[in-house]
């Protein structure tokens, strides 16, 4: 049986402001944007290239803004995702990480 992580969900602040940076900055594309009432809000974006989806909104978690912590985005390659997307604002640190077909760095993003 496989098991797949399919959706993460963040508490975020300012819903729009969100939003703008996922699609406008890091090239995420928006899946759902859905306001049934004033108090609910559902906006679901998907990575380029990922099964994961991550959602935000109004009324989805009790949880405070910027608490969740330690969830990375990976790319194989930060330079040309950057060059892709216009410059986003993505803090990344390098890691060498041990791989039998090849011997390379690898990058670990982590969305600001």
């Known amino acids: 049986m496989d098991c797949q992580l399919q959706v ?10 969100a939003k703008a940076f996922y699609t406008q900055q890091a090239g995420f594309t928006l899946d759902v944007d859905y306001y049934p009432a004033t108090d609910f809000r559902v906006v679901q974006f998907t990575p380029p290239g990922s099964a994961c989806s991550i959602q935000l909104g109004a009324g989805l978690t009790d949880a405070a803004p910027g608490t969740v912590r330690n969830t990375y985005l ?3 390659d930060l330079e040309a995702h950057r060059h892709g997307q216009g410059q986003p604002q993505i803090r990344h640190r390098l890691r060498h990480l041990h791989r039998p077909e090849a011997d390379q760095d ?3 993003a ?3």
């Open 74 to 76: 990976t790319v194989t």
């Open 8 to 17: 993460v969900t963040l508490p975020v602040s300012d819903v729009d402001k």
């Open 110 to 112: 982590t969305i600001a």
């Open 106 to 108: 690898a990058c670990l």
